[in-house]
């Protein structure tokens, strides 16, 4: 089956330290993002990439880095730079054959700073 | 810059209709999507209007008024399983803004 997975569900870290979130997708999909949602809110976007070595900030990329070395692969470290860490992050992935409008989401990651 | 407003909570009953609204101001727009996400869930995508007008899907449908800035989702018949957030989102070309999401509730 095609998807979005991440990994883990759930992450506890001590603050001030860096975790990288994992995203990774079997849909061939050139475009992914990396959004973040607080409680009671909307998603906001933090990064997103059209094509493997390239990305561009969204919103509130500060605090946050990626990389995407690989086309299904598209990791977020939330450092420790990143004030209020503490919330629910979801990847996300579209396509240009549906011209971008679509977007297919991972089951999240709930990141718990402590 | 760039905002979506979106009533914060609607309930409804088994069976009826509802709408929810959702305003923009933004540039570059290209589009309005609508996502469902349910309490601890992932969003899933419901719709996309590009151009003026309605487009239906089920049970579903979502209005578009580019010269308003301003659509809206209809849902009919509506069921328990309805209960969830609903996102309006601005597509952007390759990116997309998220509105704050109206929280449904459907009652028995």
């Known amino acids: 089956d095609g998807g979005i997975t991440q990994s883990p569900k759930y992450l506890f870290r001590k603050e001030g330290q860096n975790v990288t979130l994992s995203c990774e997708q079997n849909l061939n999909h050139d475009a992914m993002y990396w959004y973040r949602q607080d409680p009671g809110q909307g998603l906001r976007l933090i990064y997103y990439s059209q094509i493997v070595n390239d990305f561009q900030k969204g919103d509130i990329a500060e605090g946050y880095s990626v990389s995407r070395e690989k086309k299904e692969s598209f990791p977020l470290t939330v450092t420790s730079a990143q004030k209020n860490p503490t919330a629910f992050y979801l990847c996300?992935?579209?396509?240009?054959?549906?011209?971008?409008?679509?977007?297919?989401f991972g089951p999240g990651t709930r990141l718990t700073v402590l | 810059g760039q905002s979506l407003e979106q009533p914060s909570e609607v309930t409804a009953v088994e069976g009826a209709i509802v709408q929810m609204n959702c305003t923009y101001q933004?540039?570059?727009?290209?589009?309005l999507s609508w996502y469902q996400q349910h309490d601890g869930g992932a969003p899933t995508f419901l719709s996309y209007n590009a151009l003026d007008g309605l487009e239906e899907t089920g049970r579903f449908s979502s209005f578009l008024s580019r010269s308003d800035s301003y659509g809206y989702l209809l849902l009919q018949e509506l069921q328990m399983k309805d209960s969830a957030s609903y996102f309006c989102?601005?597509?952007?070309?390759?990116?997309?803004?998220f509105g704050p999401g109206t929280r449904l509730s459907v009652l028995p």
């Open positions: 996300a992935s579209s396509d240009k054959r549906g011209s971008y409008n679509e977007q297919f």
């Open positions: 989102a601005v597509t952007r070309g390759q990116n997309f803004v």
């Open positions: 933004t540039s570059g727009f290209y589009g």
